[in-house]
């Protein structure tokens, strides 16, 4: 079971990063100082944003149900629990791919108003 919550939690964060890689990324990268044509042909994953929000929200759902979940019920003695420190690997990811996917979200709300 810890693969599962593991992979929702992966799944997440990747989701999470393609959501933002269209509008945020460039921009961070540009704030860094990273430059490059490169750059600018992120835009072009603008279309399928709504699919990577849904895709992480959907891996976000059944991260943080199959972590919290599986904390209720305790741990049995024929499954494994892990270890402590995979769990709060796996609780960081989820609320950072969180923070990723809501910050993507304000994102594509508010910048459209700052051109009024």
């Known amino acids: 079971m810890q693969h599962v919550r593991t992979a929702a939690a992966a799944g ?20 860094l100082g990273v430059s490059g044509a490169w750059i600018g042909s992120l835009v072009r994953l603008a279309p399928y944003q709504p ?22 019920t305790g741990c049995a003695e024929d499954r494994g629990c892990g270890s402590p420190a995979a769990e709060r690997l796996v609780k960081n990811v989820l609320v950072l791919a969180t923070f990723l996917v809501v910050i993507a979200i304000a994102f594509d709300i508010f910048v459209p108003l700052l051109n009024t």
């Open 51 to 72: 699919y990577f929000i849904g895709t992480s929200i959907a891996c976000l759902s059944c991260g943080y149900w199959l972590v919290y979940r599986w904390s209720l």
């Open 12 to 31: 997440s964060l990747v989701g999470a990063v393609a959501a933002s890689s269209c509008c945020m990324l460039p921009l961070v990268l540009f704030m």
